[in-house]
Each structure stands twice: as C-alpha cells, then as structure tokens.
C-alpha cells in the first residue's frame, strides 16, 4: 500500500522535508506510483503512467540533492501532464485515436520549465477528446470518475488532473483551459485551479488548439501550492510569439496579507442569471466571508455580457482551422461528439467572425471599466455541480442542457468569458452540495495580477467551510 499520509501532504509541506533530505525523492515517486496504480481502476485518470521514467527522474532528482544541487520547492514532486501537451519520446494522444501513436520529439515548453525545477512526471493524464468538452467522457480512453462520487464526472477537459490531485495522485498537475478546462474540473473535484492572464504562460507544445485563448494553468490541493507551479511556468518565451515579456512577480510574496484594502465586484448581470441553488449558496456564503476579511464588497454591472453567446462564433472557427489536417487524414477516428461539433465551424461566415471578435472587444472593454472600480470579481466558477457520467443533458431550472458536444456549453458560461477577454481568474473550493460534491468560487482579476488573486483565494481558503476536506475513496485510501 503507498504511503498515503505522505501523499496527503501539499507541496508547501513536503518541499521542505525534501529539501532537508527527511524524505528523498525517490521515496515520494514510488509512493505516488504505487497510488497511481492503486486508483487507476477507480479513477481511469491516466492514459499513460510512466513508471520507468519517472523512477529515472527521482533517482536523478535524489543524486541532484545529494550533491547540494537543490532546485526549488518543485524538486523531486510527482506531478501530472495532460495529454495534450507535449513530451518528447512519450505518447501524447490529446486522447484521440486520431493521434493514438503520436509521439513528440520535443517537450512542451512548460514541461521543460517543470523539468528544470526538478518535477518529476508521472504520467499523461486522460482528458477530453481534443480536449473539447467539460467532461472527460472518453469515448477512445475511457471515462475519468470524480472521485468524491465515481458516478460523477470531474469535470474537463483536465479531467484526469483534477481527478488525481483531488485524489492525492499527483501533488500538481498540468492543465489546459479555452473555455474553463482547468477551473472547471477544480471545480468538480474541490481543487485549485488558475487560468492566468493570456500571455504569461507559453503556449508551445500545446496540441491542436485555438491560439485565440487556450491556455496551460496549474491544478493543485492548496493554493499556495498553486502559486508554486505557476512561478515555475510562467516567463516569456521568445519562441512563442503569444507570450508577453513582462517581469514576473513572486507569486507567493502576498499570501498572507491583509485583505481589508480590497473591493470586489459581483455581477449583477450574466453571472448569476442562471445557476443551481446550491452553488449559489455556496458562492454567496463564500462572497460574505470576503466580507468578514475586510473586502470591500460592490455590485457592479457588466450590460454587454448578454451577448456573451457570440464568442463562440470565433471558438468554432478556430476548430475547424485546427482540426482540418485530421479531418481530412482521420475522420473515421475521430469520436461523433467532437465531429459534429467540430464541423460546425466551417459554415461561419466571415462576417459572423468579425462581429464575434467585435464583441469580445466590447466585453474587453466594459470588464476593462470595471476592473477600475473594483480590484477583482467574484462568480460561480459554475452553474452546476458535477453531474452523473451517464447524463446526456443538465437540468437546471426545468430545462435540460446537452451535456456534450454541440450546445454543451450551459456548463462551462461563467468560465468561458475569462478564455475571451485574457483576464486572470482562479477557482478555488467553497463549499459541498447535500450529495458532497464540490462547488468552486472563481475569482477574477486585472491583467498581470494573479499575485493579487493568489492572496485573495489564499485569505478565503484558510476561512473555507471545506478546508482540509478530501474525497471518500473509502477502502481505496
């Protein structure tokens, strides 16, 4: 059986411990992989698990730390990688069959970042086809099982990462996020997750996706953990004509610090429009504890989010660019979901996309105006609480919701305005339904201020009804 008090512990408390050689690297990755190999049968959160290699890896790692060569709070820490992200000389599906034996010769730039900090990769993680859709519903690799209820998704397209940090598989994980991929199975399984400013993180190595707001954002169980991975990734990349050269912060500089300066915005509009009773709740109860930390709380207006359905007008464009290559080599591979919502893209007209990128500059603006009166904003990170895995649609208030494909996207519409306008946003948990699944709080910022965020979500965590709180995998842990 693998160590699981080891497992439990946050990457803020076993760093040190490594650092101080208490625990050696190698000592974690055999207890992560033996984890790893305990839950797959539950979880099906990996497509790959890399024993050899990540053993490989800690050996080196330990060798490293034996030599005085201390690389930072990410040495010797077993982490997660989508699969859709590049590695070289491994697998990388972006769980397809289309791509069922691509295999890179290069990593990911994050992945080389996370290398270089001295992570150690322990597997590709099941997603999504194409990473389209807020399931993780495979139907090539299987179904990833949330495990605060195997019954339920936990969310997508990072499905696999959520699963396994919630489950004390892996200490981080890598995600990626165009419409709420990354907050959404945060969300779902009661992690962190942060989609951060578009431009701080490079996209290179990232497989078949919309260059139009796709992001790489870290998955973790705390948040100070998650300033810990993004400090890792985040950097210009020269190679990467998306990415911004601005300094890079120290993420974790303002954990801790007093909130009692602050204002937070809640919408009136959109946001709230549409949600389960329960979440909202949970993210109201969540927004008066704000309150009790001294934030200034506002309401505050964003008019021009009705049109907000527009948007994907240019996400369906996008797709049909990127998957034209596959579709033409392919097709009879893909899954009927990811086709039919894939093919839709090629009958948008020219016009239609010029509107759509006119209204997300509208957006832009107003959330822009806001963003000057208040310091950041408070939403549902989600209407819904993760749902059976066997659903087709999503009841909410009466009406019934696809759950997948075409239409889906009900699911994902407070996530998804964040992908259009580039602005920081992170989920952190705030709450369980009466069936204990997790209900997530996204919080949103300026441009470049993820370290205001990571102190904001920070403050509430330490205060939240469900800190400390893990999944009931009963026998399994």
């Given at each position: 059986m693998p160590d699981t008090d080891l497992m439990r512990l946050s990457i803020s408390e076993l760093a040190p411990k490594i650092k101080a050689r208490e625990v050696?690297?190698?000592?974690?990755?055999?207890?992560a992989l033996e984890q790893a190999d305990l839950l797959q049968p539950k979880l099906n959160s990996f497509i790959t698990i890399l024993h050899e290699q990540a053993l490989r890896q800690a050996r080196e790692m330990e060798e490293a730390l034996m030599r005085g060569e201390y690389r930072g709070p990410l040495h010797g820490i077993p982490i997660g990688i989508k699969d859709n992200l590049n590695t070289a000389g491994i697998r990388t599906t972006v769980g397809t069959k289309v791509l069922a034996d691509n295999i890179p010769d290069e990593d990911a730039y994050v992945v080389t970042r996370c290398k270089e900090a001295g992570a150690i990769i322990l597997g590709k993680e099941n997603m999504e086809e194409f990473a389209a859709g807020s399931t993780s519903n495979n139907i090539h690799y299987g179904a990833?099982?949330?495990?605060?209820?195997?019954?339920?998704?936990?969310?997508?397209?990072?499905?696999?990462?959520?699963?396994?940090?919630?489950?004390?598989?892996?200490?981080?994980?890598?995600?990626?996020?165009?419409?709420?991929?990354?907050?959404?199975?945060?969300?779902?399984?009661?992690?962190?997750?942060?989609?951060q400013t578009f431009g701080r993180v490079s996209q290179r190595g990232l497989m078949v996706t919309s260059f139009n707001g796709d992001h790489i954002g870290p998955l973790t169980r705390s948040v100070a953990d998650?300033?810990?991975?993004?400090?890792?990734?985040?950097?210009?990349?020269?190679?990467?004509?998306?990415?911004?050269?601005?300094?890079?912060?120290d993420f974790s500089a303002s954990l801790g610090k007093d909130l009692s300066a602050l204002k937070v915005g809640i919408p009136v509009d959109y946001y709230f429009d549409l949600i389960d009773p329960e979440v909202e709740l949970a993210v109201r109860q969540a927004i008066a504890a704000l309150g009790e930390l001294g934030v200034e709380v506002r309401e505050i207006s964003l008019p021009s989010m009705k049109y907000?359905?527009?948007?994907?007008?240019a996400g369906m464009a996008d797709s049909i660019v990127t998957h034209e290559p596959y579709l033409k080599s392919n097709r009879q591979d893909y899954g009927p979901t990811v086709l039919y919502r894939t093919l839709a893209g090629q009958f948008v007209l020219g016009k239609d996309y010029a509107k759509a990128l006119k209204v997300q500059r509208i957006i832009k603006e107003e959330y822009a105006r806001v963003l000057q009166e208040v310091d950041f904003l408070a939403t549902p990170t989600s209407p819904v609480p993760a749902w059976r895995i066997d659903s087709e649609t999503v009841t909410l208030e009466g009406v019934e919701y696809p759950a997948r494909g075409p239409g889906s996207g009900m699911t994902s519409?407070?996530?998804?305005?964040?992908?259009?306008?580039?602005?920081?946003?992170?989920?952190?948990?705030?709450?369980?339904?009466?069936?204990?699944?997790?209900?997530?709080?996204?919080?949103?910022?300026?441009?470049?201020e993820e370290e205001l965020l990571?102190?904001?979500?920070?403050?509430?965590?330490?205060?939240?009804?469900?800190?400390?709180?893990?999944p009931p995998l009963g026998d399994a842990l």
């Amino acid at each position: 059986m693998p160590d699981t008090d080891l497992m439990r512990l946050s990457i803020s408390e076993l760093a040190p411990k490594i650092k101080a050689r208490e625990v050696s690297p190698l000592e974690v990755t055999e207890a992560a992989l033996e984890q790893a190999d305990l839950l797959q049968p539950k979880l099906n959160s990996f497509i790959t698990i890399l024993h050899e290699q990540a053993l490989r890896q800690a050996r080196e790692m330990e060798e490293a730390l034996m030599r005085g060569e201390y690389r930072g709070p990410l040495h010797g820490i077993p982490i997660g990688i989508k699969d859709n992200l590049n590695t070289a000389g491994i697998r990388t599906t972006v769980g397809t069959k289309v791509l069922a034996d691509n295999i890179p010769d290069e990593d990911a730039y994050v992945v080389t970042r996370c290398k270089e900090a001295g992570a150690i990769i322990l597997g590709k993680e099941n997603m999504e086809e194409f990473a389209a859709g807020s399931t993780s519903n495979n139907i090539h690799y299987g179904a990833v099982h949330n495990p605060w209820d195997l019954d339920h998704i936990p969310g997508g397209s990072s499905g696999g990462g959520g699963a396994n940090v919630a489950a004390c598989v892996t200490f981080a994980s890598l995600g990626t996020d165009l419409g709420g991929s990354v907050r959404g199975p945060a969300h779902c399984c009661g992690v962190v997750g942060i989609k951060q400013t578009f431009g701080r993180v490079s996209q290179r190595g990232l497989m078949v996706t919309s260059f139009n707001g796709d992001h790489i954002g870290p998955l973790t169980r705390s948040v100070a953990d998650n300033a810990i991975v993004l400090q890792a990734i985040a950097g210009y990349d020269p190679l990467d004509p998306s990415t911004v050269p601005v300094p890079v912060p120290d993420f974790s500089a303002s954990l801790g610090k007093d909130l009692s300066a602050l204002k937070v915005g809640i919408p009136v509009d959109y946001y709230f429009d549409l949600i389960d009773p329960e979440v909202e709740l949970a993210v109201r109860q969540a927004i008066a504890a704000l309150g009790e930390l001294g934030v200034e709380v506002r309401e505050i207006s964003l008019p021009s989010m009705k049109y907000a359905g527009a948007l994907r007008i240019a996400g369906m464009a996008d797709s049909i660019v990127t998957h034209e290559p596959y579709l033409k080599s392919n097709r009879q591979d893909y899954g009927p979901t990811v086709l039919y919502r894939t093919l839709a893209g090629q009958f948008v007209l020219g016009k239609d996309y010029a509107k759509a990128l006119k209204v997300q500059r509208i957006i832009k603006e107003e959330y822009a105006r806001v963003l000057q009166e208040v310091d950041f904003l408070a939403t549902p990170t989600s209407p819904v609480p993760a749902w059976r895995i066997d659903s087709e649609t999503v009841t909410l208030e009466g009406v019934e919701y696809p759950a997948r494909g075409p239409g889906s996207g009900m699911t994902s519409r407070c996530t998804s305005p964040s992908n259009a306008t580039g602005l920081p946003a992170i989920s952190v948990p705030c709450g369980l339904t009466q069936k204990g699944l997790p209900i997530g709080l996204q919080l949103i910022g300026r441009p470049f201020e993820e370290e205001l965020l990571y102190q904001v979500a920070r403050a509430y965590e330490a205060v939240s009804p469900v800190r400390g709180k893990r999944p009931p995998l009963g026998d399994a842990l």
